[in-house]
């Protein structure tokens, strides 16, 4: 193989591996910071040998034996065992001579070491934006450069977010281990809610140029995939996969040929890939067999699934999304999920519907620069022949969203008002 070649294969095999190999040096060092070290020392050493000896036949447990020596190096250099702690120096010790052969080691307890990975990048402790960058960086296998161009921001705010994340988790004493009981369903949540926060800065970027960002959903769905295999009783997680599959099988029917967005009623649904929307189907139907009610997540896959279901725009189960919207509202009520309720019910039962909603949202804080709140009303009262207050909605909506692509759509359809 060629240098290059060999290089792309490395990229490769560390996407795949990384993430294993970090969780299980965790285990064994039991900070998340150091292991990344080793990880990633394990992986210059690939990139110095693979090009002259040629790719191992295992490279995963090439790169995990080479980094198990990093650790033990790392606790001689440190003499971790033979400082008088003689009870944490026994632990250490006896895990050296158990483990002779980290790959073996690894591998017993794969499943946990991932399961525990995701739940400490997700930790409470971390700002969300730690979390984000974290789950990316260990989880993900993403470089700080890769993530700082998916978010938009600098790569030294990436980079600081990273470093700050470890440095919390290592002064927080936070423990490598599953959550206890009483604390799974809320830890469970924080691990959700990060991975569909980078799903929905991929599905809909809240800001640059490009109306969508491929790389993202897929990170999101690869982790999402990742933890249901993990928890696969866990309905929630099987709710929130079924959410991305579905959506993101839309892609291909989101965006024109020059980057433009089309919006869902005007999709070519010939396109939307049928191959992810039954795998979504499958992962509701294990979330509502596992549920003895639906959460949010299943609740907004069951909503995604009516669009899914019809072949046609005019074919929308409507009712059947209002009522699931209502369902949601109870049990994660917000401003967002009734703006999505008020665009449902006037897809229901009509525009003047839909606007009595809207109107009594209109001062709500939260939504106060929001754009989709300016937008949606500006497309009731155009469906309503009110021309003159749609445009200044589509205006005012242009001047909220920080997306190029949406800022030009929005100001399309005001130019359209101006021309009724």
Not at 36 to 43: G, R, V, Y
Not at 344 to 357: I, K, N, Q, T, W
Not at 379 to 396: T, V, Y
Request: glycine content about 6%.
């Amino acid at each position: 193989m060629t240098s290059n070649a060999t290089h792309s294969a490395i990229d490769a095999v560390w996407r795949i591996e990384s993430a294993r190999i970090i969780a299980g040096l965790t285990r064994i060092v039991r900070d998340v910071g150091i292991a990344e070290e080793l990880a990633q020392d394990a992986l210059v050493a690939a990139l110095e040998q693979w090009p002259e000896s040629g790719i191992p036949d295992n490279p995963g447990a090439w790169l995990m034996a080479t980094a198990k020596h990093r650790a033990i190096d790392h606790w001689r250099r440190n003499k971790l065992l033979e400082r008088k702690h003689e009870e944490f120096g026994r632990e250490l010790e006896a895990q050296e001579m158990a483990v002779p052969d980290l790959d073996a080691a690894i591998d017993d307890e794969v499943g946990d070491d991932l399961l525990r990975l995701v739940f400490i990048s997700c930790h409470p402790v971390l700002s969300p934006e730690g979390r984000v960058a974290l789950t990316l960086r260990l989880l993900g296998g993403l470089t700080t450069d890769e993530i700082a161009r998916a978010f938009l921001v600098a790569e030294p705010t990436v980079a600081q977010r990273i470093v700050r994340a470890k440095r919390t988790l290592s002064e927080a004493r936070v423990p490598f281990e599953i959550p206890r009981k009483a604390d799974l369903a809320a830890r469970l949540a924080s691990v959700l809610e990060v991975i569909y926060l980078i799903f929905n800065e991929g599905y809909s970027a809240t800001a640059g140029d490009d109306w969508m960002r491929p790389a993202l959903c897929e990170d999101a769905l690869r982790l999402g995939r990742i933890l249901a295999e993990l928890a696969p009783q866990e309905p929630e997680v099987h709710g929130l996969v079924a959410l991305m599959e579905i959506q993101v099988s839309r892609s291909g029917a989101r965006v024109s040929e020059s980057g433009e967005p089309i919006l869902l009623l005007d999709q070519n649904r010939a396109l939307w890939d049928q191959l992810l929307i039954c795998r979504g189907l499958a992962a509701l139907e294990r979330a509502e067999k596992l549920g003895h009610s639906r959460g949010p997540y299943a609740l907004q896959a069951a909503i995604a699934a009516c669009h899914a279901r019809a072949r046609t725009p005019q074919e929308t189960d409507w009712p059947r999304i209002v009522a699931l919207y209502e369902e949601l509202g109870k049990i994660a009520p917000s401003p967002i999920v009734e703006l999505n309720r008020a665009v449902a019910v006037a897809m229901a039962f009509g525009p003047a519907a839909g606007l009595e909603l809207i109107d009594t949202l209109t001062s709500e804080p939260s939504l106060k620069a929001y754009h989709l709140l300016p937008s949606v009303r500006g497309d009731f009262l155009f469906k309503l022949d009110r021309f003159a207050e749609a445009e200044q909605e589509f205006a005012r909506a242009a001047s909220l969203t920080r997306n190029a692509r949406e800022r030009d759509l929005l100001l399309d359809r005001a130019r359209l008002c101006s021309q009724s």
